[in-house]
């Protein structure tokens, strides 16, 4: 299966400013996905980011806030911008896999904005 | 639109015991796939087990089994044999592909607690 390099792992980041996630999968895949994981919650998808094309974004997730590359089959960055207290989460990537379990996760950047 | 529902929020369970996590969903799809998740407090995201739709057998890992009955909607997966790593919290999905992407969709989690 593949495995993804997420980074950062954490961050603590000043509100007002924007951070920029990476994601580097080890071959090439056609789906990615972003997730937040707010405080004792479970994952809630962000958007759904396939090559080549403009990001599908969930409801109350909005392009200005969460802007996301995908700019060939192996790597998707997301950025949280303008970031306030409330952004303070995990976010995860995934990827769609061939065979299972298919759907591999980055090990996730945990932010905190302060 | 489809759902995942688990209904523990905590689950406490003695070491060396087995564990069933209760996890039941909602589609109108005939084809789906159901997947479990073990999320430790490191944060990653951690494969389990997977059912597909028209898998007629029960799937099973090493220690985990999924306990499918198609008809009531509900996948529960069983952990056998606890051990104090399995500490953590656990989430069913569903695959859903409402939208045109193959994506998936999370219930509310179960954290476990193993005692020794």
């Known amino acids: 299966s593949a495995v993804i390099s997420q980074k950062p792992s954490r961050d603590i980041c000043q509100r007002g400013t924007s951070l920029t996630i990476q994601c580097q999968v080890d071959s090439q895949v056609t789906m990615m996905f972003w997730y937040r994981q707010q405080p004792g919650q479970s994952l809630t998808l962000i958007a759904t980011?396939?090559?080549?094309?403009?990001?599908?974004?969930e409801s109350g997730f909005v392009i200005d806030k969460f802007p996301i590359s995908r700019p060939n089959l192996t790597f998707s960055t997301l950025t949280v911008s303008n970031m306030s207290p409330e952004d303070s989460s995990i976010y995860l990537c995934?990827?769609?896999?061939?065979?299972?379990?298919?759907?591999?996760f980055g090990s996730g950047t945990r932010l905190t904005v302060v | 639109a489809q759902k995942i529902t688990q209904t523990q929020p905590g689950m406490f369970v003695q070491e060396k015991e087995a564990v069933t996590l209760d996890c039941t969903y909602d589609t109108s799809d005939q084809s789906y796939g159901l997947f479990w998740y073990k999320q430790p407090s490191s944060g990653e995201m951690i494969f389990l087990i997977y059912q597909g739709s028209y898998d007629e057998q029960n799937a099973t890992e090493g220690r985990y089994s999924l306990n499918f009955q198609k008809a009531r909607k509900s996948a529960n997966l069983v952990i056998s044999a606890s051990q104090l790593g399995d500490s953590a919290m656990y989430f069913c999905a569903m695959s859903d592909v409402s939208g045109g992407y193959n994506k998936l969709i999370f219930g509310a989690g179960t954290r476990l607690a193993v005692h020794p």
């Open positions: 995934s990827a769609r896999d061939r065979g299972l379990p298919g759907y591999t």
């Open positions: 980011a396939n090559q080549g094309s403009e990001a599908t974004y």
